[in-house]
């Protein structure tokens, strides 16, 4: 069954390679609600983790496409989510599983604001990258961009990272979106530069809001700002790769998009491609007129483009 799927791609990014992605929370769950959200807002809002599976559930997916694709297919594996994954308890035994299955590294992306929990620490110590957010630089603007759940708090969570980045042995990459107006001041970007210098991850990466937001006023910051930015932070962009260069393990075009969709949405052009490209599937209006019926899917307009992305049916996402 589709929408059960724990395992996701192989996704191609310029910083990782191909990665093969293992998703072990439900759709939207999280702990943030940021403005700049591409899965829309957070319909499942908690910071309470859970065993939302068993864990060998979600590990003998990943050993079935291991198995049918060889593990040559692709170069890391990472734990993503539809939401927040350290939200998904114990993330340990994930990680002895997947070790068990492949000597790829492994990756955790995550928006790091459950670090100050020990026992999460103590599950997540092997990983060998972990890629955690920072887009705020002190209460208020946390609360603006990242909307947290209930009591967390900035200081709570950048403690969190700060004892996180001196004990962890592997590698941190952080992550800051920028958006128009929220952090991309000179000001606010100087603050935010001792911050992070403060957790000296090996590297820093900018991302901006490229597809459509959860909220209508998120905007990329003009070219000029992001340079300056990448030269104040010395961080890279984030250039993603086209979506038709992304494969899949499923067997119809229209469960692949909407695989995709529920992680990354897709414009009409990007669905075009991606179908064309890896199904030869000369139907892709067909296709297009059945997203449009789906309950599940999303149709909205973002910087002059459609893009369909995967909601809870009869939950507008927002944006
Ligand atoms: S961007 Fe990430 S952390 Fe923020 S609401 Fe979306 S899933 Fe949660």
Redesign the pocket.
């Known amino acids: 069954m589709l929408f059960l799927s724990h395992v996701y791609g192989v996704v191609p990014s310029r910083r990782l390679g191909r990665s093969l992605g293992v998703c072990t929370i439900p759709f ?1 769950t ?5 403005v ?4 829309g807002r ?1 319909t499942n809002m908690t910071n309470t983790r859970q065993t939302f599976y068993p864990p060998e559930e979600i590990l003998s997916e990943a050993r079935e496409f291991i198995e049918a694709h060889g593990e040559e297919s692709f170069d890391v594996v990472t734990v993503v ?4 994954p350290t939200l998904f308890k114990p993330l340990d035994a994930i990680v002895r599983g997947l070790r068990e299955m492949t000597g790829k590294p492994l990756v955790l992306i995550t ?1 790091g ?1 459950l670090l100050f929990d020990r026992e999460l620490v103590e599950e997540i110590k092997d990983f060998d990258i972990v890629m955690p ?1 920072l887009d705020a630089k002190d209460e208020e603007s946390f609360k603006r961009i ?1 909307r947290p759940f209930g009591k967390l708090t900035y200081e709570k969570v950048y403690k969190g990272l700060l004892d996180f980045s001196k004990e962890f042995k592997g590698e941190i990459w952080l992550e800051v ?1 920028l958006v128009k107006d929220y952090n991309d001041s000179d000001r606010f970007l100087g603050e935010l530069k001792n911050r992070i210098e403060l957790l000296g991850p090996a590297r820093v990466y900018i991302n901006v809001p490229a597809r459509p937001p ?1 909220e209508e006023n998120v905007e990329i910051p003009e070219e000029e700002t992001l340079r300056y930015a990448r030269a104040l932070l010395k961080a890279e962009s984030i250039e993603e790769l086209p979506v038709s260069s992304f494969t899949t393990s499923e067997k119809k075009s229209l469960d692949a998009v909407i695989e995709i969709i529920k992680r990354h949405p897709m414009s009409e052009n990007d669905i075009k491609s991606f179908v064309e490209s890896q199904f030869n599937d000369e139907f892709v209006v067909d296709l297009l007129k059945r997203l449009n019926k789906n309950p599940n899917v999303e149709k909205n307009s973002y910087r002059g483009k459609v893009f369909y992305r995967y909601i809870l049916a009869g939950r507008r996402s927002g944006g």
């Open positions: 939207k999280c702990d943030y609600a940021c700049y959200c591409q899965l957070t989510g539809e939401g927040e928006n604001s957010t990242n979106m959860a």
